[in-house]
């Protein structure tokens, strides 16, 4: 009895050990791009540019992190899912790397979206960049057929009596001003874009 004991104790402790590891305990459907059904030529279009620039600072890019999702309105939860484009990445890459949010700097991101009211999580920032920075932005849009929702980087005014924190220093430097703004669209009938292309 003992024995049976100890054996099921550990096999807990093992448990508990594994779903305490960081990448198990992220939730799958934040963590692996999602394929959405019924498009009908609606896009999320994100430029990524290679340098952002106040007039005074200036961060140079070469690779950004990019974490798009949308609310899954099937889902009793309303649980957000990953929209990132498809890479055709293994699912070892998927789980255990960040291969799947880094994008180049350079080029623009189009993603195809579905039609009608939808709310958006969009995380957005210098990826390996000494001073980096990070920006957060979420959005309910209505599209209607042939728009796409434009999001646009933009540099914030700096405040007259900023604060400061121990971590991000002065909220006027730079890469604490840097947002994301939201257009809605009508989709020219030719464009020449500078679309990003992924290996």
Known sequence: ???????????????????NCSPIQELYWRRLPHKIEGLKGTFLKLALPKEISD????????????SILKEDKESLIKKRILINPNRNLSFWNLWFSN?????????????PIP???NLYEIHLG????????????????????NESLRLTLYVKGRSL???????????????????????????PSTEELNVCKFE
Do not use: W
């Open 1 to 19: 009895m003992k024995m049976v004991f100890s054996l099921n104790l550990f096999s807990l402790l093992v448990l508990i050990g594994i779903v």
């Open 55 to 66: 007039g005074i600072e200036k961060i140079e890019i070469s690779e950004f992190y990019v």
């Open 99 to 111: 291969l799947h949010y880094i994008f180049p700097a350079g080029c623009e991101l189009d993603i």
């Open 115 to 117: 039609e009608g009211e």
């Open 126 to 145: 210098a990826y390996r960049v000494p001073g980096g920075y990070y920006t957060y932005l979420e959005t309910s849009v209505n599209l209607k057929p």
């Open 161 to 187: 009596n900023p604060t400061a924190d121990g971590i991000r220093g002065s909220e006027n430097l730079l890469k604490n001003r840097i947002g994301l703004k939201v257009t809605i669209e009508q989709n």
